[in-house]
């Protein structure tokens, strides 16, 4: 029996693999011809002294091996476990590295946009600027020539911010519905002659459609000196739309009508063989000048605004504005 014991216990202790183990196993517990189940069968063709003696001893063996065969089988089984999580984590995936390319963040197509178009403005000596997206309805709208009951407001459909106690127009606040007012905090600081452009976002009240949202982006334009006409506007706007759309677009020029120019223009161009409105512009309106204390005989100036939306839908033939803000990387990513 201490041969066997000793021997059982070696070949346990050696065992590489659970299979090797299970052989063991049936080797000496086996119930068909395990050596010490045989043992155990054999008992009985003893006499009772030697069953007496025996007995004891080869079921301790029996319940020794046991246990061990149940201990070594759990440590293989760690073991392998311990194996699979052998590996680097820190080290890329063979598939990955093969197969995926890995993806990494960029600018929202009218991001791109906006820095092409300042990029075109700062070449032609423009200022770059920003404005608040908080307005006050003096900068909006008065300063621009839009007095309180112009039906020219009904052009705005605007989000008036509560401010019970605001008696003067400086005092109450709108969410801009225009980049024009920048016209008016650029002038009221600086002396012509000036060129600036303002890219920014601006907001209205109303419903939504393709073409519509409550949010959207401008850019607006103002060059102002002592002999500013509309043909310096028509170089600098023609230079910007082609910088944009390529060399081989044409222009048209419109009347319309904007209560902060005279004469107020609509400037479309024929892009893939279609007539699209772009922008609104005109000569700086006398009015405006005054507003901001210049003397309307010693100055001109021209001033233009457009939809940043509308020339990305235009050059990227985009259906619905609403794409911009739908937060759907099936479409940010095909810029
Ligand atoms: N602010 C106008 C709008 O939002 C666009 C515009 C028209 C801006 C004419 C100008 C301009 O500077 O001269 O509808």
């Known amino acids: 029996m201490k041969e066997i014991e000793a021997e059982a216990l ?5 065992a590489k693999e659970e299979l090797a183990l ?34 004891p001893q080869i079921n301790a063996l029996k319940a020794k091996l046991e246990k061990t065969l149940e201990i070594k089988k759990r440590d293989l089984e760690e073991g392998k ?7 680097d984590i820190t080290r890329p995936g063979e598939k990955i590295i093969k197969e995926r390319k890995i ?44 007095p309180p009951d112009h039906p020219a407001r ?6 008036w911010i509560k401010s019970e106690n605001a008696k003067t127009s400086k005092e ?10 920048m ?24 419903a939504t459609d393709q073409t519509h949202e409550v949010n959207f982006y401008q850019y607006e334009g103002l060059m102002v000196g002592k002999n500013i006409s509309l043909a310096n506007f028509k170089y600098v706007i023609e230079t910007f739309l082609k910088r944009i759309f390529g060399k081989d677009i044409e222009f048209r020029y419109r009347p319309s009508y904007f209560p902060f120019v005279e004469p107020g223009l609509e400037i479309a161009i024929k892009f893939r063989g279609k007539w699209l409105e772009m922008m609104g512009a005109g000569m700086v ?13 010693d100055y001109r100036g021209f001033a233009f605004g457009g939809g940043l939306e509308r020339l990305a839908m235009v050059k990227y033939n985009i259906p619905d504005i609403r794409l911009f803000y739908s937060g759907d990387t099936r479409f940010t990513n095909q810029f």
Do not use: C
């Open 10 to 14: 070696t070949e346990i202790t050696n």
């Open 22 to 55: 299970e052989k063991i196993r049936v080797k000496y517990l086996g119930r068909k011809e395990g050596i010490v189940t045989e043992a155990l069968r054999s008992l009985k063709n003893l006499s009772l002294e030697e069953k007496k003696r025996q007995g």
């Open 81 to 87: 476990n311990k194996k699979t999580l052998d590996i």
């Open 103 to 146: 993806t990494t963040g960029h600018l929202h197509p009218l991001t791109v946009l906006e820095n092409e178009i300042k990029d075109v403005f700062r070449s032609m000596n423009f200022s770059v600027l920003e404005g608040p997206e908080i307005e006050s309805e003096f900068y909006n709208f008065d300063a621009l020539n839009v």
């Open 154 to 159: 009904e052009m705005w459909d605007t989000f």
């Open 172 to 181: 109450k606040l709108l969410l801009r519905t225009h980049t024009s007012p």
């Open 183 to 206: 016209q008016i905090r650029y002038m009221e600081s600086h002396e012509p002659p000036l060129q600036i452009v303002v890219p920014g976002r601006v907001f209205r009240f109303e």
């Open 285 to 297: 309106h006398p009015n405006v000048f005054k507003a901001v204390h210049y003397n309307p005989r």
